[in-house]
T-cell receptor, first 114, second 115 residues
Framework: AQKITQTQPGMFVQEKEAVTLDCTYD???????LFWYKQPSSGEMIFLIY??????QNATEGRYSLNFQKARKSANLVISASQLGDSAMYFC???????????FGSGTRLQVQP | DAGVIQSPRHEVTEMGQEVTLRCKPI?????LFWYRQTMMRGLELLIY????????DSGMPEDRFSAKMPNASFSTLKIQPSEPRDSAVYFC?????????????FGPGTRLTVL
């Protein structure tokens, strides 16, 4: 079974600085997708960014970018120019193209300080 | 555009009662997923449907849980009888499968408390 690991239970970052949230995964599948979701204190799950295993370039969406290192099986989320509204739980998720359901990591709680 | 709609948003019930959670996926999406979030187990898949057909129900805890998708715009998750350990946030998510990304969009969740 695929396993996805987020080793940072909590992170602090100063407003306007960049922060990297770690995510590693374990799979033998050649085709898969990696996702990041944000869960603010209000509870909803907000999709941020996607990376496919065959994508040649790292995914970017506005202030979010995904540092994808396939050989190391890591998919770290980089948030540039942190804002107070970025304070939330962040979940990394794995999907193999066969099963299609998401397997989530345990999450990282990010707190942005003014 | 309307996102995934879930109802109720909050449910408080007593042990032994039947609970029904409802979900309306995004129009045009053909896959629907039910997830459960608890402090102890995190986010875990319960069941998912593709074109209204259950594909993977390996995450359904036990026979007390059942899910249906009678049509493309509606799904229910039923717990009968409910137990305190069922207390959790239940999310419904939908996607248009067969696209390269299969991004799942989540509803706001139903927070269930079983006393």
């Amino acid at each position: 079974a695929q396993k996805i690991t987020q080793t940072q239970p909590g992170m602090f970052v100063q407003e306007k600085e960049a922060v990297t949230l770690d995510c590693t995964y374990d799979t033998s599948d050649p085709s898969y997708g990696l996702f990041w979701y944000k869960q603010p204190s209000s509870g909803e799950m907000i999709f941020l960014i996607y990376q496919g295993s065959y994508d040649q370039q790292n995914a970017t969406e506005g202030r979010y970018s995904l540092n994808f290192q396939k050989a190391r099986k890591s998919a770290n989320l980089v948030i540039s120019a942190s804002q107070l509204g970025d304070s939330a739980m962040y979940f990394c998720a794995y999907m193999d193209t066969g099963r299609r359901a998401l397997t989530f990591g345990s999450g990282t709680r990010l707190q942005v300080q003014p | 555009d309307a996102g995934v709609i879930q109802s109720p948003r909050h449910e408080v019930t007593e042990m032994g009662q039947e609970v029904t959670l409802r979900c309306k996926p995004i129009s045009g999406h053909n896959s629907l997923f039910w997830y459960r979030q608890t402090m102890m187990r995190g986010l875990e898949l319960l069941i998912y449907f593709n074109n209204n057909v259950p594909i993977d129900d390996s995450g359904m805890p036990e026979d007390r849980f059942s899910a249906k998708m009678p049509n493309a715009s509606f799904s229910t998750l039923k717990i009968q009888p409910s137990e305190p350990r069922d207390s959790a946030v239940y999310f419904c998510a939908s996607t248009l499968a067969d696209l390269s990304t299969d991004t799942q969009y989540f509803g706001p969740g139903t927070r269930l408390t079983v006393l």
